[in-house]
């Protein structure tokens, strides 16, 4: 997995200090948090990529069924009309 910019890594870091201490009542400091990050990144990021790629997935397909109902809304009769 492409690593995280130093700016997002540094925003959830603290976010994760802040949970912490908000919804635990814990202190954790950034090195803690650092790791604690690396850990959720790798355990959980594939399932949530995965998801990601999933729902990306099925929005890809309902645009392509939408495009081949558009197409086919555009043929014309072709041939001689039949008596």
Known sequence: MKSLKK????????RIQEYFELERGEEI??????QFLDYMVKELGPFLYNKGVHD???MVEQKVMNLDED????????GRPTR
């Open 7 to 14: 700016e997002e890594k540094e925003y959830m870091i603290t």
């Open 29 to 34: 400091g950034e090195l803690g948090a650092d």
């Open 56 to 58: 990306a997935r099925q």
């Open 71 to 78: 197409l086919l809304s555009l043929e014309r009769p072709a």
